[in-house]
């Protein structure tokens, strides 16, 4: 999600409270603190986004990807993995933002550099958004798309993907271009047929709270079919946030909710899915204890 949504998505109620913890630790491979724990209008301070890390931790996920939407965001999120070892950073200029303009050659160039950096383990948020990007911005979009991929490619990390009602089009710049080797559909919106297409090329599908809701059940069948090794888990906090909470502030530590309905879904006892989880995770952004 973009920064410009952060705002609505922080008023809407009191902190719902933490679940029961996990039996094995699992890992939020997508999520915001900056903007969940900060907000649009200020930079949160170290010790309310430890807490936030710390309440994760408390329920079982102990590792976690912040990602990054712009390039400040995107330096916030670096800063943050280096000094935290519960954390590890994605960082890119997220397609809406490239549709307004922001992809310019020197905001690609500082996500470059930064993407060299030793806990920096992807490039993402990017990709395709023809819902809040109108036409005049897919040109621009798709261009900084192609560019991000490239970033990926050559520093050998992984590609996170933001797909929003331009499922061919994503595949079709993918498939142009050739996908980095750990390419990761964030917040996965797609039906089973395009599961079996992204999963058929060895694509990654972390699937976000929107698999808890009553009416995900194209997303339920896309979840039941992918294998283990090729599913992962996250909030998109704080947005997304999974059934019975909606309309209250996601964050890391709701995750366990999420990990408990794709249990459900995939028929795969929880500690074990909890493993596969992680090791997924592990083997797409590498250790975090690296």
Known sequence: MSRSASSRAN????????????????????THFDIAVGGEDREPTDAEVDEAIAA???????????????????????????????VLAAVALHPNEAGAGAATET??????RLAALPRVRAVGETGLDRYRTGPEGWA???????????????????????????????LRVLDDEGAPEHT?????????GFARACLERGHVLSFAG???FS???ALREAAALTPLDQLLVETDAPFLTPAPLRGRPNSAR?????VRALAEVTGVPLGQLCGALTATAERVFGRWDD
């Open 11 to 30: 008023r809407r109620g009191e902190p719902p409270p933490s679940p029961e913890p996990l039996p094995s630790p699992a890992v939020d491979s997508h």
């Open 56 to 86: 994760a931790v408390a329920v079982g996920v102990p590792r976690l990807v912040q990602v990054g939407v712009d390039v400040g965001s995107s330096r916030w999120s670096a800063a943050l993995a280096a000094r935290h070892p519960n």
């Open 107 to 112: 905001a690609l160039a500082e996500i470059d």
């Open 140 to 170: 621009a979009q798709e261009a900084s798309f192609r560019a991000h991929i490239d970033i990926a490619k050559r520093h050998g990390i992984a590609l996170v993907i933001h797909d929003r009602d331009a499922h061919d089009e994503v």
């Open 184 to 192: 990761v559909f964030h917040c996965f919106s797609g039906d089973a």
């Open 210 to 212: 929107t698999v808890t």
């Open 215 to 217: 009416s995900a059940g």
């Open 254 to 258: 709701l995750v366990p909710h999420t």
